[in-house]
């Protein structure tokens, strides 16, 4: 079993719609989460951290349960340039910040 | 401006050949990190140092070298023992801030294939 698993994509969506990604990891000494947002053949860019009350950035939210081990993404009013692929990332800070990376899920935003 | 900056952007390497790709930050971050992507894939960490002079192995770090000579710097050596290299390399760095990692920020990355 893989430590950090995302829901598997692709994802289509029209322009406007809802759409939310999830992701599971293994390992409870993850201290830190984020989501990250990778473009084709580009590199991962930070979309946002993931605090444990929840957090929202825009049309973004993210939230954190820590005891079922979950994390999740909402994207709201979905816009043509948020097509990419979002990878849910977890820093293992008893193994020097190391960074564990989901596998991605893509999502492809439709006219 | 403040960045990661990887070159070259593109790396072609032949039979037997090492190949070293660079990575330089200007941010003042102690940590820096090498992943691997294949396509359709998850990164995976091949090296991370922490500080200047140190550096640990990550999960693929077989047919690989890292320096760590500088805070600035931290090129990372394909060796040839490396026998499937072709895959996009990423670099990264990051601080500690009141005892928590945070997020790290990539550079732009290499494509490497071989020839």
């Known amino acids: 079993r893989k430590e950090v698993e995302q829901d598997p994509g692709p994802f289509n969506v029209p322009e406007g719609a809802t759409v939310a990604f999830n992701c599971t990891y293994s390992?409870?000494?993850?201290?830190?989460f984020f989501w990250y947002r990778q473009d084709c053949r580009k590199e991962p860019k930070l979309l946002m951290s993931?605090?444990?009350s929840g957090n929202e950035d825009g049309r973004f939210t993210a939230q954190l349960n820590r005891a079922s081990q979950y994390i999740s993404l909402l994207i709201r009013d979905s816009k043509l340039s948020d097509s990419a692929t979002y990878l849910c990332?977890?820093?293992?800070?008893?193994?020097?910040?190391?960074?564990?990376f989901g596998q991605g899920t893509e999502l492809s935003v439709k006219p | 401006d403040g960045g990661i900056t990887q070159s070259p952007k593109y790396l072609f390497r032949k039979e037997g050949q090492n190949v070293t790709l660079s990575c330089e930050q200007n941010?003042?971050?102690?940590?820096m990190y090498w992943y691997r992507q294949d396509p359709g894939q998850g990164l995976r960490l091949i090296y991370y140092?922490?500080?200047?002079?140190?550096?640990q192995k990550g999960d693929i770090a077989e047919g690989y070298s890292v320096s760590r000579e500088k805070k600035e710097s931290f090129p990372l050596t394909v060796t040839s023992a490396q026998k499937n290299p072709t895959a996009f390399y990423l670099c990264?760095?990051?601080?500690?801030?009141?005892?928590?990692?945070?997020?790290?920020?990539f550079g732009d990355g290499t494509r490497l294939s071989i020839l």
């Open positions: 990332v977890v820093n293992r800070a008893d193994q020097g910040g190391k960074l564990i």
């Open positions: 390992n409870s000494a993850s201290q830190s």
């Open positions: 993931v605090y444990s």
């Open positions: 941010l003042n971050h102690d940590a």
């Open positions: 140092s922490q500080i200047v002079n140190d550096f």
């Open positions: 990264a760095s990051n601080t500690r801030t009141n005892n928590i990692n945070q997020p790290q920020h």
